[in-house]
């Protein structure tokens, strides 16, 4: 077999880079200088422990090489070498070859040492070690970080390597490092995953981000929104009275508010693997037979089910709306087959009215997605992008094949990954398992889900005894769960505190439209021309400066996604470290870059991404804050109280000063966009959609394949660099792409705002007003207006 020598000769001459933590030292020693044509590519260092020399602290680590037992059990051979590293300079300052210095020395004879914690209750999954091993580090981080340590602070970190460390293990070192005996002991309990502070699941890492975004929720305004909507449409009908072109124009603004306040509060997603059964529960949560179900009907689209008081489907598609009637027809072009069994890609979407009081009570929208697992990448990109969008997802896993390796990574990735803040697991098809082994198979799923976040609920739809409890139990125990999730939902809070908000602009409005029309009364002809040629002076430089705005809000954009990708690139030498250390242990290199890679990266990127959202939404909201300060100046009604004058509006600028900047900037933002910190957040930041999905399947040649072992790794070792940027890059572009998609929402918003600010300053002019039009009633409009703005400006500042 030939060997690339000059490649080798290329690889080895590159300058290493200098590692710095503790982490990186120990999982880096074939990157380090002195150590990498030292030790083999087989060896591994096992968890070090702390040294103190001449006042400084260092670390010594044994190193050994994994091997199965005859019985292929996993085991480490006796070990071999020792370093020694200061952690002053982060430099080996020993490193030595036991085998000849302890070849006569009985405990150092050869032997395969059972890879199995001194504390035999840890179960030492691949995670699991990793998520140990982090905590160890930053713990000794910490640790060495002050010289001189009580005999409370070894007991600590003893607590650490029972759950990492054989029991055999620690002779070796209690042989090299003799005062190690008086602390590192083997008969104590490992510490828990719940006591680790350092270093988190994915999941903790999210809720620790999360609560770091979240300000104190405010009051729920809903049910005051329907008594203001009914004073509001009054005084459209007031103004209709004096003329009924201005009324129906301000009423028709007003419609437009309405529709959004008229959208569910809350939704929830069901999501899951080919044929989990998620139409079929959810028929059973409405108790009724709205989608279909079977082996054949499996759905093909996303499914939106509201309560209405109409009942009715409309399917969207191309731009294009119909209706039709809930019957079983109506779904034969929109499943994942047709009538024949053949494949059918259906990219509709379908929207449910249903009159249900459930769902009205909750004031909830449901939704049922195909089956992940085995999508198109267009409809699995439909489901990643609804998961942004949602405050809770119901994911489905059968008991006949339950929480498979995709199902995991499903969770990790897509939901979790995608910022769901409420997440619940249902067990179906339960009755297809002998009852005796119901119960084991329950716990062994639930004991899974939680290496992933601990937790998440986890209701079967079938009891395990069904002599004690009937199926009806179980549905009603997934009905009070999802009651749970929504009445922790905070997306009707900010939907009713940004439709108040745009009420009061609405009332501003309208105030301004009567005093319009109140001056227009005085005017002659010349005087109503001249007002109309000064107003559409005003205008047209408010359209250049709003024009100017939005070119300076893509610069803002462009600035946050540079700042992001920084964030990124930042994390790089972490994520390519985390894969370098695991690509050394792997005897299937092709498999693993084919097949292994792109997961990683993908889990990698998801993990990063929970650490840039509370700089996503400081940025976000320092952005909302300046265009809705510079909107402000260009188009200030500058409202004259002519009959009326009422207390002066505080705003909610005053109300909030006792909190810091930055919880004021987050009001704005999520009052503005209408949303929560995760959704907001999961909308830009959501899971990388199909990164590097193939990126390693064609970066490596065959002819580096067809090296030795030792060869490919090494080759391998150095593309990951490459990899990672390309991940990255792809990534960036997505969050990139979806921080414009979020922009343009504001912009149209406030675009909607500009035209009803055109309109209040020309329409009373443009309109001849009879001379009937009394102005007193006018003053009246004027004066109810202001007093409503001021009511609900208090409740919005509660």
């Not at 437009?256 to 028929?283: A, H, Q």
């Not at 909190?659 to 909308?683: C, E, H, P």
Request: proline share 3%; hydrophobic share 40%.
């Amino acid at each position: 077999m030939n060997i690339d020598r000059n490649l080798l000769r290329q690889i080895s001459a590159k300058t290493t880079t200098q590692q710095s933590s503790i982490s990186s030292l120990v999982r880096g020693i074939h990157k380090i200088a002195e150590l990498r044509d030292w030790v083999t590519i087989e060896t591994v260092a096992l968890p070090p422990i702390p040294v103190q020399r001449l006042g400084e602290w260092g670390i010594v680590s044994l190193l050994t090489v994994p091997k199965k037992t005859e019985n292929e059990i996993n085991g480490y051979t006796t070990p071999w070498a020792v370093v020694e590293w200061s952690l002053t300079t982060k430099e080996v300052v020993k490193k030595l070859d036991l085998r000849d210095i302890k070849a006569n020395h009985p405990l150092w004879t050869k032997q395969i040492i059972i890879n199995q914690p001194a504390d035999i209750s840890v179960n030492l999954t691949p995670q699991v070690k990793t998520i140990r091993e982090n905590a160890l580090f930053t713990s000794l981080e910490n640790f060495c970080s002050i010289l001189n340590r009580n005999k409370a602070d070894f007991s600590a970190l003893a607590k650490h390597y029972v759950g990492l460390l054989p029991k055999d293990v620690y002779q070796y070192y209690h042989d090299l490092i003799p005062e190690s005996q008086e602390w590192l002991i083997s008969d104590i309990a490992a510490i828990s995953l719940e006591e680790k502070q350092p270093d988190q699941t994915s999941l903790e890492i999210a809720t620790k981000e999360i609560q770091e975004t979240q300000i104190k929720i405010p009051s729920d305004l809903t049910n005051k929104l329907s008594h203001w909507f009914k004073q509001c449409a009054e005084l459209s009908n007031s103004l209709s009275t004096e003329n009924q072109q201005l009324g129906e124009n301000i009423l028709n603004s007003l419609s437009t508010i309405d529709k959004r306040r008229l959208l569910p509060g809350f939704r929830l997603v069901f999501v899951g693997e080919f044929s989990r059964g998620k139409s079929y529960l959810i028929n059973r949560l409405l108790n009724r037979n709205i989608l279909p179900e079977g082996t054949l009907p499996t759905t093909a689209t996303l499914t939106s089910i509201i309560a209405g008081l109409e009942e009715k489907m409309e399917i969207r598609l191309g731009g294009k709306i119909e209706i039709r009637p809930l019957s079983e027809n109506s779904w034969q072009d929109l499943l994942a087959t047709d009538e024949a069994g053949s494949d059918q890609e259906v990219f509709a979407g379908v929207r449910i009215s249903l009159n249900h009081d459930w769902l009205r009570s909750l004031d909830i929208e449901i939704i049922d997605t195909p089956g992940a697992g085995d999508l198109s990448e267009r409809r699995a990109n439909l489901v990643s992008d609804i998961l942004n969008q949602c405050d809770a997802a119901v994911l489905l896993v059968s008991a006949t094949s339950p929480f498979s390796m995709t199902e995991a990574a499903f969770l990790e990735q897509e939901v979790i990954g995608r910022h769901v803040p409420r997440i619940m697991v249902i067990i179906s098809k339960l009755d297809l398992i002998n009852p005796d082994e119901r119960e084991k198979l329950i716990d062994n799923i639930c004991q899974k889900i939680s290496l992933i976040a601990k937790n998440i609920p986890v209701i079967p739809t079938f009891p395990t005894d069904e002599n004690q409890q009937s199926e009806n139990n179980c549905l009603t125990a997934i009905i009070a769960q999802i009651e749970s999730l929504v009445n922790q939902g905070e997306r009707r809070v900010w939907r009713s505190r940004q439709v108040s908000q745009q009420l009061i602009d609405w009332l501003s409005q309208l105030i301004e439209t009567s005093q319009s029309a109140i001056s227009s009364i005085h005017l002659n002809i010349e005087q109503k021309k001249l007002y109309l040629r000064q107003s559409e002076n005003e205008i047209d430089r408010a359209n250049l400066t709003w024009d100017n705005l939005q070119l300076e809000l893509e610069k803002r954009r462009l600035q946050r996604t540079k700042q992001i990708y920084q964030n990124l690139t930042a994390n790089k030498e972490e994520i390519v470290e985390n894969l370098q250390f695991e690509l050394q242990k792997i005897p299937d290199l092709k498999l693993w870059w084919e097949r292994d890679l792109p997961f990683r990266l993908r889990r990698e990127l998801t993990i990063l991404s929970r650490k840039s959202e509370n700089f996503l939404l400081k940025f976000l909201g320092q952005d909302v804050e300046w265009l809705q300060n510079e909107v402000a100046k260009i188009f200030n009604t500058k409202i004259k109280q002519q009959s009326f004058n009422p207390s002066e509006n505080r705003g909610m600028e005053f109300q909030l000063e006792h909190q810091n900047i930055t919880d004021l900037q987050k009001y704005r933002l999520f009052t503005r966009v209408g949303s929560t910190a995760a959704m907001i957040a999961g909308s830009i930041l959501g899971g990388p959609i199909g990164i590097a999905a193939s990126t390693g399947i064609l970066l490596v040649s065959e002819q580096y394949l067809n090296h030795e072992l030792d060869t490919q790794r090494q080759i391998l070792v150095e593309e990951l660099n490459r990899v990672v940027d390309i991940a990255i890059d792809e990534y960036s572009q997505q969050v990139s792409q979806r921080l414009r998609q979020l922009y343009k929402k504001i912009i149209d918003d406030m675009q909607t705002e500009q035209a009803a600010w055109k309109f209040s300053k020309q329409a009373a002019f443009n309109i001849d007003l009879s001379i009937n039009t009394n102005e007193l009633n006018l003053q009246e409009i004027i004066r109810q207006s202001l007093i409503l703005q001021q009511q609900i400006t208090n409740a919005l500042s509660m």
